[in-house]
């Protein structure tokens, strides 16, 4: 797959990269900023098509530290999933579904498998641990998520560091149990010409499936049965299936770069070389740092300015770069059937009735760019990167005698100019169009930039995107063999057009955006029923045979008096086909909090948070494929209309943060329409408890 167009820069409001600002730093506080002095560490990500850092926040921020419990919801509920830690989900709000893997099975546990671009890097003057846990419910039911960061120094250039990810959710249902674990090691190495950035990563992922409740009634009207039933015996569809998924992996990216030297006199020097203080911090501190635009919020900095205000410096200015971006990924799907599920899909396609199958996949990917910097004159003040792109992939799956094997090679070559330096108007236009062996029929445009102006004593920024991606769906979409799912797929290529924009008001706290889609050949899952003395299901690829047209509007807006604060995200979609493509009209998080200190020293924040969204047919999951699907269109049914309701205390103390939460207090047993999919509840009430610490050495 080619490495999508992204910059170095920043990420839109849904999460997607645009040129010019950094606004991870209007959420740094002051505290955050002592502490960054204090401890000495520098967190950043990595832009995969540049090779270069991206400033970004340390997760040491305490604000909504008990929404981080929220593995597949999101921490404001705007995934789908089947309501146990770990479980698998999707999006709900189009604007943050990912676009098309070759491994798509790993894409619903997003929130677990993270790739490079996201990864936080580290450079710190002393050993730093973490350690957070997030816990809830008891031995039969608990919910416990672990995780263990390490970072280091070798010397002032270069880092290593570890991570370790656990999840283990028994599940408030029957049979829907997961255990995931992760462990990452990582490195970088940031110099003047040279940076590193690499990472090794093996994670194993393991879901219990019940294929959902066997009547949504035991939820949704339980006075019907003579029996009053807990969670756990309500009956589920299966008890014997399960998931299991390896995604293994290391990635290379790093940056070579050609330039001179320039030497930096002070004002009053008689070999006067004016240059703006910014421009001299932002050379003269290692790259992956903090950014220039960072320097009037970081007390250190201010000193570190001063200094270099006042001492000829000797800066490194970079006129051509190479880059090469280097992945392998080592992916293994495993369905898992300890009993006969001829009652429960309408087609078998091999004998026996327990399965064991998997489906693999291996990917080689190099991705080579040239680039020139922007800056170099006044003729050249955009910057230019050349890139190509070479993908392999062998893809292996279960046959009627043997193994089938397919082998896929994926060329790709672009271009990009970009603009990421002014503190004004930074852009970034990509072009480039890939083949895979059969046609050059494929192609990605992108635009996106970002216009900040200072406006009355506020910041204010508008963001512009657009894009056009006419692209094959890929190999899963067009093969698929097991016993029970099976296709060959000649399908047309899918064309997504993309127009949006966003308005930020630092003052205001205010984020408005709007995102318009025409989508031609929507590709996706569906499922179907096949009538019977016990009714059946199957799943198979289908595509839209008229355009999808498709309008998101997103609303941030936090108030703030004194003590008092109320956060909202509002956001509404509108699609003309609510059962080739449904999603919820209306999707709300709102939470409202007092936020004041116990003795001086112990930040609190006392609140209830709410989680809702509007009535719609959701996709359905399937089992065997592990993916959500759309319903048949015989037997649908709507969830949502139903608030989930928090209750919390979160604390922090120094290096310690800590809460405890009520979730979803407002449960009945009474009944009540608590699903986030079809025929998976949402947990019911659910007392939660978490602590994060930092050790500094």
Same mark, same amino acid.
């Given at each position: 797959?080619?490495?999508?167009?992204?910059?170095?820069?920043?990420?839109?409001?849904?999460?997607?990269?645009?040129?010019?600002?950094?606004?991870?730093?209007?959420?740094?506080?002051?505290?955050?900023?002592?502490?960054?002095?204090?401890?000495?560490?520098?967190?950043?990500?990595?832009?995969?098509?540049?090779?270069?850092?991206?400033?970004?926040?340390?997760?040491?921020?305490?604000?909504?530290?008990?929404?981080?419990?929220?593995?597949?919801?999101?921490?404001?509920?705007?995934?789908?999933?089947?309501?146990?830690?770990?479980?698998?989900?999707?999006?709900?709000?189009?604007?943050?579904?990912?676009?098309?893997?070759?491994?798509?099975?790993?894409?619903?546990?997003?929130?677990?498998?993270?790739?490079?671009?996201?990864?936080?890097?580290?450079?710190?003057?002393?050993?730093?641990?973490?350690?957070?846990?997030?816990?809830?419910?008891?031995?039969?039911?608990?919910?416990?998520?672990?995780?263990?960061?390490?970072?280091?120094?070798?010397?002032?250039?270069?880092?290593?560091?570890?991570?370790?990810?656990?999840?283990?959710?028994?599940?408030?249902?029957?049979?829907?149990?997961?255990?995931?674990?992760?462990?990452?090691?990582?490195?970088?190495?940031?110099?003047?010409?040279?940076?590193?950035?690499?990472?090794?990563?093996?994670?194993?992922?393991?879901?219990?499936?019940?294929?959902?409740?066997?009547?949504?009634?035991?939820?949704?009207?339980?006075?019907?049965?003579?029996?009053?039933?807990?969670?756990?015996?309500?009956?589920?569809?299966?008890?014997?299936?399960?998931?299991?998924?390896?995604?293994?992996?290391?990635?290379?990216?790093?940056?070579?770069?050609?330039?001179?030297?320039?030497?930096?006199?002070?004002?009053?020097?008689?070999?006067?070389?004016?240059?703006?203080?910014?421009?001299?911090?932002?050379?003269?501190?290692?790259?992956?740092?903090?950014?220039?635009?960072?320097?009037?919020?970081?007390?250190?900095?201010?000193?570190?300015?001063?200094?270099?205000?006042?001492?000829?410096?000797?800066?490194?200015?970079?006129?051509?770069?190479?880059?090469?971006?280097?992945?392998?990924?080592?992916?293994?799907?495993?369905?898992?059937?300890?009993?006969?599920?001829?009652?429960?899909?309408?087609?078998?396609?091999?004998?026996?009735?327990?399965?064991?199958?998997?489906?693999?996949?291996?990917?080689?990917?190099?991705?080579? @760019?040239?680039?020139? $910097?922007?800056? /170099?004159?006044?003729? %050249? =003040? *955009?910057?230019?990167?050349?890139?190509?792109? !070479?993908? &392999?992939?062998?893809?292996?799956?279960?046959?009627?005698?043997?193994?089938?094997?397919?082998?896929?090679?994926?060329?790709?070559?672009?271009?990009?100019?970009?603009?990421?330096?002014?503190?004004?108007?930074?852009?970034?236009?990509?072009?480039?169009?890939?083949?895979?062996?059969?046609?050059?029929?494929?192609?990605?445009?992108?635009?996106?930039?970002?216009?900040?102006?200072?406006?009355?004593?506020?910041?204010?920024?508008?963001?512009?995107?657009?894009?056009?991606?006419?692209?094959?769906?890929?190999?899963?979409?067009?093969?698929?063999?097991?016993?029970?799912?099976?296709?060959?797929?000649?399908?047309?290529?899918?064309?997504?057009?993309?127009?949006? @924009?966003?308005?930020? $008001?630092?003052? /205001?706290?205010?984020? %408005? =955006? *709007?995102?318009?889609?025409?989508?031609?050949? !929507?590709? &996706?899952?569906?499922?179907?029923?096949?009538?019977?003395?016990?009714?059946?299901?199957?799943?198979?690829?289908?595509?839209?045979?008229?355009?999808?047209?498709?309008?998101?509007?997103?609303?941030?807006?936090?108030?703030?008096?004194?003590?008092?604060?109320?956060?909202?995200?509002?956001?509404?979609?509108?699609?003309?086909?609510?059962?080739?493509?449904?999603?919820?009209?209306?999707?709300?998080?709102?939470?409202?909090?007092?936020?004041?200190?116990?003795?001086?020293?112990?930040?609190?924040?006392?609140?209830?948070?709410?989680?809702?969204?509007?009535?719609?047919?959701?996709?359905?999951?399937?089992?065997?494929?592990?993916?959500?699907?759309?319903?048949?269109?015989?037997?649908?049914?709507?969830?949502?209309?139903?608030?989930?309701?928090?209750?919390?205390?979160?604390?922090?103390?120094?290096?310690?943060?800590?809460?405890?939460?009520?979730?979803?207090?407002?449960?009945?047993?009474?009944?009540?329409?608590?699903?986030?999919?079809?025929?998976?509840?949402?947990?019911?009430?659910?007392?939660?408890?978490?602590?994060?610490?930092?050790?500094?050495?």
């Amino acid at each position: 797959m080619a490495i999508p167009a992204m910059s170095q820069q920043v990420r839109d409001s849904q999460g997607r990269r645009v040129a010019g600002a950094n606004p991870n730093k209007d959420k740094q506080s002051e505290e955050e900023a002592r502490a960054k002095a204090k401890t000495g560490i520098r967190v950043w990500t990595v832009d995969e098509r540049s090779g270069l850092p991206d400033s970004a926040v340390i997760d040491t921020v305490h604000h909504a530290f008990q929404n981080s419990a929220y593995t597949s919801d999101g921490p404001k509920g705007f995934y789908a999933n089947l309501g146990n830690l770990g479980s698998p989900r999707q999006a709900k709000v189009f604007t943050l579904r990912p676009e098309m893997d070759y491994f798509i099975f790993a894409q619903p546990y997003d929130f677990f498998l993270k790739p490079l671009d996201g990864w936080h890097f580290t450079n710190t003057y002393q050993p730093i641990t973490n350690i957070t846990y997030h816990e809830s419910g008891d031995s039969d039911n608990g919910e416990d998520h672990l995780t263990a960061k390490f970072a280091v120094n070798v010397n002032k250039d270069a880092g290593l560091g570890f991570n370790i990810d656990y999840i283990y959710g028994r599940g408030y249902h029957e049979n829907q149990s997961t255990a995931h674990f992760n462990f990452s090691l990582y490195g970088s190495v940031v110099k003047d010409r040279y940076k590193a950035h690499w990472i090794a990563y093996a994670n194993y992922l393991k879901t219990r499936e019940n294929g959902g409740i066997t009547n949504d009634d035991y939820v949704t009207d339980p006075q019907k049965f003579p029996t009053s039933y807990t969670t756990r015996e309500i009956p589920t569809m299966l008890d014997r299936v399960w998931n299991k998924m390896h995604y293994d992996g290391a990635q290379l990216t790093h940056r070579y770069s050609l330039g001179f030297k320039r030497v930096i006199k002070t004002a009053d020097s008689t070999k006067t070389d004016t240059i703006k203080a910014d421009t001299v911090v932002a050379k003269v501190r290692p790259a992956g740092a903090i950014s220039a635009s960072e320097v009037e919020r970081d007390t250190t900095l201010n000193s570190q300015l001063a200094v270099a205000a006042k001492t000829d410096s000797t800066v490194f200015v970079p006129v051509t770069s190479f880059i090469h971006t280097l992945k392998l990924g080592i992916n293994t799907k495993k369905f898992l059937a300890n009993q006969s599920l001829g009652n429960y899909y309408t087609n078998i396609y091999m004998p026996n009735d327990s399965v064991e199958e998997d489906t693999k996949n291996l990917l080689i990917s190099n991705y080579l @760019a040239v680039e020139l $910097s922007e800056g /170099l004159n006044k003729y %050249l =003040s *955009a910057g230019i990167r050349l890139f190509g792109v !070479y993908d &392999y992939n062998n893809y292996s799956l279960v046959g009627l005698e043997a193994r089938d094997k397919f082998n896929e090679h994926r060329v790709t070559i672009g271009a990009q100019i970009f603009r990421e330096q002014s503190s004004l108007l930074n852009y970034q236009l990509t072009a480039q169009t890939s083949s895979d062996g059969e046609s050059w029929g494929e192609y990605e445009l992108r635009a996106q930039g970002r216009l900040t102006v200072p406006l009355l004593g506020d910041s204010v920024s508008l963001a512009l995107r657009a894009s056009s991606i006419n692209r094959k769906p890929t190999f899963f979409y067009r093969h698929f063999q097991s016993k029970y799912l099976w296709w060959d797929n000649k399908l047309d290529k899918q064309l997504t057009n993309r127009i949006g @924009a966003t308005l930020q $008001s630092r003052k /205001l706290d205010l984020s %408005l =955006s *709007a995102d318009v889609y025409n989508i031609t050949n !929507y590709t &996706y899952f569906a499922t179907q029923y096949a009538a019977g003395e016990t009714p059946t299901i199957n799943t198979r690829v289908a595509q839209s045979d008229k355009g999808i047209n498709l309008l998101v509007l997103s609303l941030d807006k936090n108030f703030r008096w004194g003590i008092f604060n109320w956060d909202n995200s509002l956001i509404y979609q509108t699609t003309n086909d609510k059962y080739v493509l449904p999603l919820p009209a209306f999707t709300a998080y709102s939470n409202l909090y007092i936020k004041f200190r116990i003795a001086h020293v112990l930040n609190t924040e006392f609140g209830i948070d709410m989680r809702y969204f509007t009535k719609y047919y959701a996709p359905t999951y399937s089992v065997c494929l592990g993916q959500y699907a759309t319903q048949p269109g015989d037997d649908l049914v709507k969830v949502g209309n139903h608030p989930v309701l928090g209750a919390y205390l979160n604390f922090h103390l120094k290096h310690t943060r800590f809460y405890v939460m009520a979730s979803h207090f407002n449960y009945s047993k009474e009944g009540g329409t608590t699903f986030n999919a079809p025929h998976y509840p949402i947990n019911p009430f659910t007392l939660r408890l978490g602590l994060s610490w930092n050790f500094f050495n």
